[in-house]
T-cell receptor, first 116, second 110 residues
Framework: EPEVTQTPSHQVTQMGQEVILRCVPISNHLYFYWYRQILGQKVEFLVSFYNNEISEKSEIFDDQFSVERPDGSNFTLKIRSTKLEDSAMYFC??????????????FGEGSRLTVL | QKEVEQNSGPLSVPEGAIASLNCTYSDRGSQSFFWYRQYSGKSPELIMF????GDKEDGRFTAQLNKASQYVSLLIRDSQPSDSATYLCAVIGGGFKTIFGAGTRLFVKA
């Protein structure tokens, strides 16, 4: 069964460093997303991506964050100058827009980011 | 601010009982409604989706939607210890952005 894969599963970084989280969405999906979940809190929307551009972003997704689809398979989230409060689980998800109104999200296993 | 509200729980039910989980949402224009299950330390996985008012059944799960009241619920019949997890209500309004509630923790006691 196709799945969304994320790397790394866990990354520890120093405050102020740049981090890139990588995702390979399901191959025939057209919408891609990043969500984050701070420990014990809700799953929060960061950004959606369609047709090689951001379609929507939340207030959290400020200039510190960027997304890219550098090739036909990878979807990356870059966090510049990480802060302590960026420590969270980051989930990549994809959905099949051709299944109109389905909107089911398929999540990767997550990348846990720890900022020291 | 478009919100999805859930009782955080924990909701504790004995094995074999019916678990009832509830959710309200603020965006009256919301079209699609979902229940995801999240085990501790894992990613959310879809349990059910519902688009129309009324009930939708899938095995032991029944989703109920009342758009006039902006209310969604999930019933789990014959609850099993393996159902113990956090259940996330999620809503799509305009566009393709899914907004999640904070989740209700369910404990099923053997």
């Amino acid at each position: 069964e196709p799945e969304v894969t994320q790397t790394p599963s866990h990354q520890v970084t120093q405050m102020g460093q740049e981090v890139i989280l990588r995702c390979v969405p399901i191959s025939n999906h057209l919408y891609f997303y990043w969500y984050r979940q701070i420990l014990g809190q809700k799953v929060e929307f960061l950004v959606s991506f369609y047709n090689n551009e951001i379609s929507e972003k939340s207030e959290i997704f400020d200039d510190q964050f960027s997304v890219e689809r550098p090739d036909g398979s990878n979807f990356t989230l870059k966090i510049r100058s990480t802060k302590l409060e960026d420590s969270a689980m980051y989930f990549c998800a994809s959905s099949d827009a051709r299944k109109k109104n389905t909107g089911e999200l398929f999540f990767g296993e997550g990348s846990r980011l720890t900022v020291l | 601010q478009k919100e999805v509200e859930q009782n955080s729980g924990p909701l504790s039910v004995p094995e074999g009982a019916i678990a009832s989980l509830n959710c309200t949402y603020s965006d009256r224009g919301s079209q699609s409604f979902f229940w995801y299950r999240q085990y501790s330390g894992k990613s959310p996985e879809l349990i059910m989706f519902i688009y129309s008012n009324g009930d939708k059944e899938d095995g032991r799960f029944t989703a109920q939607l009342n758009k006039a009241s902006q209310y969604v619920s999930l019933l789990i019949r014959d609850s099993q210890p393996s159902d113990s997890a956090t259940y996330l209500c999620a809503v799509i309004g305009g566009g393709f952005k899914t907004i999640f509630g904070a989740g209700t923790r369910l404990f099923v006691k053997a």
